[in-house]
Structures are given as structure tokens and as C-alpha cells.
Nanobody, 128 residues
Framework: QVQLVESGGGLVQAGGSLRLSCALS????????MGWFRQAPGKEREFVAA????????YLADSMKGRFTIARDNAKNTVYLQMNSLKPEDTAVYYC?????????????????????WGQGTQVTVSS
């Protein structure tokens, strides 16, 4: 059984940075493409970033480009989301997700129904 555990959330001032981590256990990490999503209060869950099994292919949502970076360390079974220049509108619960292995990130990996496994989420709050 795949388990995903996120960490690294917290309270940060606007303009600050956070790095989220998500550790996968129960299966071989490199068997999965990984994604990050977020959900703000009263809003639908939205795509943030995705990364292929090798880490060579990545994709970020337009509003995160230039500020966020996704990376993975297959030796540590962990995917990361580096978030810089944070804004109050980035406040949300951030979720990591694991889906079928792919070598190339396409629009399919931006949809939450691509992913089979989800973490419990970590809260990110950005104060103005």
C-alpha cells in the first residue's frame, strides 16, 4: 500500500520561501510520476506541478512558473516543492499525489484523476 506523507508547510510572510517535501513508502518511488496540488478554502483543488519518474520532465501551472520548482530524489523516495516569492493567494492546503509512471509530463498529469494515491496535505499560510 502506497503512503504519502507531506511536510514543510507553515506560516510565512509574503515574499518568503518554503520547501515542501513528500515521502512515499510502500512501493518503489521511481514507479510513479508525482504531482502537487493545492486547495484554498472555498475553492476547488488546483494543479501546481508535476514531475516524471526520472525528474527530467516537469511542468508547473502558469501562476507558479518562475516562483515554484518541483524536484525529486529517487534515492530518498521524496518529491519536493520549492516555493519562493510567496503571495497571500498561495495560502492553501498542499497535497502530493502519485500516479502511473511516465517519462514525459503532458496535460494528463495536470488532472487530479490521473493520480491514484494522495497525501493528507500540509497547510501553507502566507501573511501579507
Amino acid at each position: 500500500q502506497v503512503q504519502l506523507v507531506e511536510s514543510g508547510g507553515g506560516l510565512v510572510q509574503a515574499g518568503g520561501s518554503l520547501r515542501l517535501s513528500c515521502a512515499l513508502s510502500g512501493r518503489t518511488f521511481s514507479s510513479y510520476a508525482m504531482g502537487w496540488f493545492r486547495q484554498a478554502p472555498g475553492k476547488e483543488r488546483e494543479f501546481v506541478a508535476a514531475i516524471s519518474w526520472s525528474g527530467y520532465s516537469t511542468y508547473l501551472a502558469d501562476s507558479m512558473k518562475g516562483r515554484f520548482t518541483i524536484a525529486r530524489d529517487n534515492a530518498k523516495n521524496t518529491v519536493y516543492l520549492q516555493m519562493n516569492s510567496l503571495k497571500p493567494e498561495d495560502t492553501a492546503v498542499y497535497y502530493c499525489a502519485a500516479g502511473p509512471r511516465t517519462g514525459l509530463i503532458t496535460p494528463a498529469q495536470t488532472k487530479d484523476d490521473y493520480y491514484n494515491y494522495w497525501g493528507q496535505g500540509t497547510q501553507v499560510t502566507v501573511s501579507s
